[in-house]
């Protein structure tokens, strides 16, 4: 069973994906996110939303901690061995505390427990969606930092190698064998293709890449 509001606002279509074997749990949750603009889809079962699920879905996953066949711990596993990195909010009931606690050490971003007041959610709900947010942002950055370093000879990686870890030109001519002037082409060339605006900037990328020495 599921449900859809308006898109968020954005490249990616940002969706609350809520996961409860409660009929009742479910309605109540989607009329709630609904009367925000909240997309949401809802399933009654674990093995349901992953089923559905795919690497390139976008915002959070509301997941209820107690359920048959599937508990949303083991729910969350299954999701940690594709890769997914959907923020997941547990709902717990009173004695659920402890489960909730191995879950966040897990990678869950947050836990909220029954009863709750639906603003209580809603801004747990806000702030995993910035987190998602956030997460793809790095994502796409760092995919369109290995493009760029995939477009260097393999010369200019291993100026650019030198570069990063401190070397002076002089020094990084010697160690290749090439003169002074050619590293400074080399290095420019790296700059441009990377572009890095300076030293420093250069220096992070090489650090998210993890191509420093």
Do not use: W
Not at 113 to 131: G, S, T, V, Y
């Amino acid at each position: 069973m599921s449900g859809t509001g308006r898109p968020l606002n954005g490249p990616a279509r940002q969706t609350v994906f809520v996961v409860d074997d409660d009929d009742a749990v479910r309605d109540s949750l989607g009329m709630l996110l609904r009367s925000v603009e909240l997309p949401v889809e809802t399933f009654d079962s674990g093995i349901a939303f992953l089923e559905r699920y795919r690497p390139d879905l976008s915002g959070c996953l509301v997941l209820d901690i107690r359920m048959p066949k599937m508990s949303g711990l083991e729910t969350q596993q299954k999701l940690r061995e594709l890769g997914s990195r959907l923020p997941v909010i547990f709902i717990t009931g009173h004695g659920d505390i402890p489960m909730a606690v191995q879950a966040i050490k897990e990678g869950a971003a947050d836990f909220i427990q029954k009863p709750f007041r639906d603003q209580d959610l809603l801004d747990r709900i806000h702030a995993a969606l910035e987190e998602d947010s956030r997460l793809r942002s790095e994502d796409s950055q760092r995919a369109t930092l290995a493009t760029r370093y995939e477009s260097l000879t393999d010369r200019e990686r291993e100026v650019m190698e030198m570069v990063v870890a401190g070397k002076a030109n002089k020094v990084i001519a010697l160690d290749l064998n090439l003169s002074q002037r050619t590293v400074e082409i080399h290095r420019a060339r790296v700059m441009e293709k990377m572009q890095a605006r300076s030293l420093a900037d250069l220096v992070k990328m090489a650090i998210d890449l993890g191509v420093t020495q």
